[in-house]
Structures are given as structure tokens and as C-alpha cells.
């Protein structure tokens, strides 16, 4: 082979060449190591600042959210793109805009989910916040669709739990929102967030007692927690109980000036509309309503608080502020029932009545599962309403129309039997049908004095007495005073119930009876 004029190539790779390469290498490592020593920190810092904003937001408070929100500012100038961090923001930002009406967390939340779902991020805080904000636009059924077809796919955490219980709530299917709270409350328990949810689920069904001891749940999680402190003390006045508890509610939150939301405020001013309402103050308790509504113009337990002073005031103007109460929360029964109460109580049957036909509207199409996974109407299993509607029929006269709805509520089975019974046994009472109303209330007012209703052992003293069977008369009349007294009568209540019985024995001529009666009573006034 010729190679005249060639150079051989292995010649011409020096030492300054190899040393090039060398170099070369060795920047190219380093700036490696260095990438990989950078990100290794971004991610630790990421999770840091993540992991504390997670902590603070736990407590739930608006200032612990303020704080998580801070940690993940900082975060994000290290990371724009963490995209779980940008969920968890949507989430925090929504609570403020939904829960605490702070204005605007609405904007924030829709720019951080907006960035999440760019990120594609796969947290449960990016779907729930997205089925969130569909129920604030009114798109119940969109929603309902949304988490339907990533409870299809296997998602599953308690926010995205929360969301189905909300969109349930906001669909009418209240039994159904009811286990789905119970069940994110569960799963979350140290987040008082569920709890407090679940407990202001319970509070609008009219629940006082369940909802009282959901709103202890969220205090387990964190004792400081302000919106659940307030929303028990609501509980507990709608309960007629524990009135000091909620007063110091209200001192404890009024002590947290700088933290105070708009809804905190408008809570505030409705507990105390609410308390002046036990005092029997009306018109203050219309101008604390008045102050809440500043705070939050549509807030409905606010409006809810006027809407009862008005009606103790017996204000013509209670009714439309009653429907006020209901354009803003139509699934809420405590609104149509304890309001349907209050305008009874004030002389207004007719707009009683009309809110019951309202609510018959709101939850008339519903159609609920039963535990046979057949499908029935929800009225069918609601006791209640018809327990309150036969009442009103009575009051008006109609008794007849009231009969068939004590019917309709003892065919519900419902927790409210006893009291069903207890009402269509008194109505039969009164009709002189004591064969029947013997039946039903032996039922819920036995012999043994076993039962719970005072009233029940009223109505079937009464039914003896007009039998002429007085001693058993006074026996049952005596379970009654006894109940009533253990329930927390007042001792002027108990009194004059005594004396309606004394009165009524004197005026049957057993006069010895009527002296031992009041002997064997005495000791319940003590």
C-alpha cells in the first residue's frame, strides 16, 4: 500500500490534546454533579416547605391557612412547577373563598387549579378542588359526573369524599351526603375540617345533637379551631342547652380580632342574635342579625337568625325573610322546619303551611336508595316533615289532614316514631277515640314508666282521667312530671302541671286524691 505523503494520525495526538480531553470530561462531570446537587436540593427544600404547609393547614384555622399558604410561596420561588404544591394551594385558596368568603381567594384559587392541572398533577386536593368549584358555578350534576367517573377509575381520599358529600347535599339526597360526610370525617379525623363539615351538614338537617357532637370531634383535632367553636355554639342554642358554652364561644372569638373572617364575623353576629332570641330580646337580636349580614349578605344561617326575630316580633315581613333563608340553602330542612315553628308560634299558620309545601317542592322528586337497594321517595322516609305538617294541620283545625300525616310519619319508622304515635295517640284524644289512642300510647308512655315523652304520659293521664281511672291516671301524669324534670323543665313548668292535675281531680270530686297527689309531687319542686 502506498502511503507516500500520509501522516500517521496516532503521531499527531499529543499530550496537550489528551489533556483537552481530560478537561473537557472533567467540566463536563462536574457540571453534572453540580445539576444533580441542585436538584436533590430543590426537592428537599420543595418537601420541607411542603410537608409544613401541609402541618399548618391541618389546624385549620384562617391564620394557620395563611401561614401554609406562606410556606408554599416560598416554595414556589424555589419550584414554580411542584404541581402537587400548586394543588394543595387551589385546595387552601378555595377553603378561604367557599368556607371564609376572603375576598379574593376566588381569583387565587381558580390560577393555582388552573396551574395544577397544566402540571397535571394527580392529588386528590386538584380533583376535589375542581368539583368544588363546579358546585360554587351551580354545575351540581357536572360535578356529581366528574366524581363519579374518578370513583370509576379507583380515586379515593377524603377531600374527594367531602366534595361527593357536598355535591349529594346539593342534589337534595340527604341520607346519601349524610354516610359521605360521616366517612371523610372518619378518614380524616385529625383534620378538623371534615368534622366541622359534617357537623354543619347535621346542623342544616336540624340535627342539633348529632351536629354538637360532630363539632367536638373537630375540637379534638384542634381545641382553637374558631369556625367549629362558633358553629357548636349554634348547635347548642338551636338545642336550647349549654347556653354559657356558647357564649364563650362567642368571648373566645371575639378576643381573636385580627384573625376574624368575614364569616367568622357573620357567625359571630348570628350566635348573638341567636342568644338575644333565648333571652327573649327580639329586637336586639334583629340588629345582630342586621350586623352578620354586613359581614356576609348572603349568609344563610344570618339570615335564618332575622328571619326568627322577625318572627317573635310576629313581623308581617318574617315569612318573606324566612324564603330569603331558603333561596339561599334549598336543601335545608332546618330552615322549612324549625321556620315553619317559628311562624306558628308567632299566630301565622298559613305561612307555616306554605313553607311546608315549600319543602314538599324542594325534596319532592328525590329519590333515595333503601338498604335493599331499592329506590323510594324521600318524603316517604321523612318522618319528620310529616310529624311537623300534622301538627300544623292540628293547630288549624284540620284534623283529618292531620291524622294522615301522623300516618305518613309512623310509616317512615323513622327516629321520630315515638313522637309520631305520641301526637296521633293525643289528636285521638281529643276526638274521644280512646280505644285507639289507648294503643297508641301504650306504646311510647308504658305502664312500667319506661318511656321517654313526658308529653305521652300527659296524654295518657288525660285519656284515664276521662275514663275515670284516676289512680292510673296519676300514676302515668307522675312518669310524665318525673321525665320532665330529668329533661330540665323548669320548676315553674313542673308547678303548674301539679296544679293541673290537682285542678282536675277536685273538679271530679276525688279530693282525697287530689291532697295525696300533691303530697307525692311535692318532692319534684325541691
Not at 335545608?332 to 306558628?344: H, N
Not at 285519656?463 to 330540665?488: E, I, K, M, N, T
Amino acid at each position: 500500500m502506498n502511503t507516500e505523503g500520509q501522516t500517521d494520525w496516532k503521531r499527531r495526538e499529543g499530550w496537550k490534546s489528551a489533556l483537552a480531553q481530560v478537561v473537557a470530561v472533567a467540566v463536563l462531570l462536574a457540571g453534572a454533579v453540580t445539576w444533580f446537587v441542585h436538584r436533590g436540593t430543590v426537592r428537599k427544600q420543595t418537601e420541607e416547605h411542603l410537608r409544613a404547609a401541609r402541618a399548618a393547614a391541618s389546624r385549620g384555622n384562617p391564620a394557620d391557612l395563611a401561614r401554609a399558604m406562606a410556606e408554599l410561596d416560598t416554595l414556589f420561588q424555589v419550584d414554580d412547577g411542584a404541581r402537587d404544591a400548586q394543588a394543595l394551594a387551589a385546595d387552601l385558596q378555595t377553603v378561604l373563598w367557599l368556607d371564609h368568603h376572603q375576598p379574593g381567594a376566588d381569583a387565587k384559587a381558580r390560577e393555582h387549579l388552573s396551574r395544577a392541572e397544566q402540571l397535571d398533577s394527580r392529588s386528590g386536593e386538584r380533583f376535589a378542588t375542581r368539583a368544588l368549584h363546579l358546585l360554587a358555578e351551580g354545575k351540581t350534576a357536572e360535578a356529581e359526573k366528574f366524581l363519579g367517573e374518578l370513583q370509576a377509575q379507583g380515586a379515593s381520599s377524603p377531600r374527594l369524599t367531602l366534595a361527593m358529600a357536598l355535591t349529594l347535599q346539593a342534589k337534595g339526597d340527604l341520607p346519601a351526603a349524610r354516610q359521605a360526610f360521616a366517612r371523610a370525617a372518619e378518614n380524616a379525623y385529625r383534620d378538623p375540617r371534615f368534622s366541622s363539615a359534617y357537623g354543619l351538614a347535621l346542623l342544616d338537617e336540624g340535627q342539633h345533637d348529632q351536629a354538637v357532637e360532630a363539632f367536638e370531634k373537630a375540637l379534638q383535632a384542634n381545641p382553637d379551631h374558631l369556625l367549629a367553636k362558633l358553629n357548636m355554639g349554634l348547635a347548642q342554642v338551636y338545642q336550647g342547652r349549654k347556653l354559657e358554652e356558647a357564649q364563650r364561644a362567642l368571648d373566645a372569638a371575639s378576643q381573636k380580632q385580627a384573625e376574624l373572617t368575614p364569616v367568622l364575623r357573620s357567625r359571630m353576629g348570628t350566635l348573638k342574635a341567636e342568644l338575644a332570641l333565648t333571652r327573649g330580646a327580639a329586637d336586639q337580636a334583629l340588629q345582630d342579625a342586621d350586623s352578620a349580614l354586613k359581614a356576609v349578605p348572603d349568609d344563610v344561617y344570618a339570615l335564618f337568625a332575622r328571619a326568627r326575630a322577625l318572627a317573635t316580633r310576629k313581623d308581617t315581613q318574617a315569612r318573606a325573610a324566612f324564603e330569603a333563608a331558603l333561596a339561599r340553602r334549598r336543601t335545608a330542612p332546618l330552615l322549612y322546619l324549625d321556620g315553619a315553628r317559628s311562624l306558628q308560634a308567632s299566630g301565622d299558620n298559613a305561612s307555616a303551611l306554605a313553607l311546608l309545601d315549600a319543602y314538599e317542592g324542594a325534596f319532592g322528586n328525590i329519590q333515595v336508595a333503601t338498604a335493599d337497594g331499592k329506590k323510594v321517595r324521600l318524603l316517604e322516609q321523612d318522618g319528620r316533615y310529616w310529624l311537623a305538617r300534622g301538627g300544623l294541620l292540628e293547630a288549624a283545625g284540620r284534623q283529618d289532614d292531620a291524622l294522615g300525616a301522623y300516618d305518613k310519619a309512623i310509616a317512615a319508622k323513622g327516629v321520630g316514631l315515638a313522637r309520631a304515635q305520641y301526637a296521633k295517640g293525643a289528636l285521638l284524644v281529643v276526638r274521644k277515640d280512646y280505644e285507639n289512642a289507648k294503643v297508641l300510647l301504650a306504646t311510647v308512655a308504658p305502664d312500667t314508666g319506661a318511656g321517654t315523652l313526658p308529653e305521652a304520659y300527659s296524654a295518657m293521664g288525660d285519656l284515664l282521667f276521662a275514663q275515670s281511672a284516676y289512680a292510673a291516671g296519676c300514676q302515668h301524669y307522675y312518669f310524665g312530671l318525673v321525665r320532665a324534670r330529668a329533661q330540665g323543665t323548669p320548676r315553674e313548668e313542673l308547678a303548674a302541671r301539679i296544679d293541673t292535675v290537682k285542678k282536675g281531680l277536685e273538679s271530679a270530686g276525688q279530693g282525697a286524691m287530689a291532697k295525696a297527689w300533691v303530697t307525692e309531687t311535692n318532692t319534684l319542686l325541691q
